[in-house]
């Protein structure tokens, strides 16, 4: 069964950092582009980082400069380094592949003031 499982969310104050982990079961995810993507209370789904097969990224303009995403294609997964983290990002964060367009369960990312 192909999957993506995230892990590393949590509670952090503000200024903190963190870093997620997105495992990918199968070897065609490597072939695809993935995101990460975040979900606050009340408000709609939306993209933070994205990184194709090649790896070339892109950010979200609230993320640039504080967030790097990552690909290790040997070991399937995807990373995202949260530095100088903020209120404003805690959120659900959730990865999700083209391949087969599938998403993974969330992490709850909560950043204390």
């Known amino acids: 069964q192909v999957q993506l499982v995230e892990s590393g969310g949590g509670l952090v104050q503000s200024g903190g950092s963190l870093r997620l982990s997105c495992a990918a079961s199968g070897s065609m995810f490597r072939f695809y582009a993935m995101g990460w993507y975040r979900q606050a209370p009340g408000k709609q789904r939306e993209l933070v980082a994205g990184i194709t097969s090649g790896g070339r990224t892109n950010y979200a303009d609230s993320v640039k400069g504080r967030f790097t995403i990552s690909r290790d294609n040997a070991k399937n997964t995807m990373y995202l380094q949260m530095d100088s983290l903020k209120p404003e990002d805690t959120a659900v964060y959730y990865c999700?592949?083209?391949?087969?367009?599938?998403w993974g369960q969330g992490t709850q990312v909560t950043v204390s003031s």
């Open positions: 999700h592949s083209d391949y087969k367009e599938l």
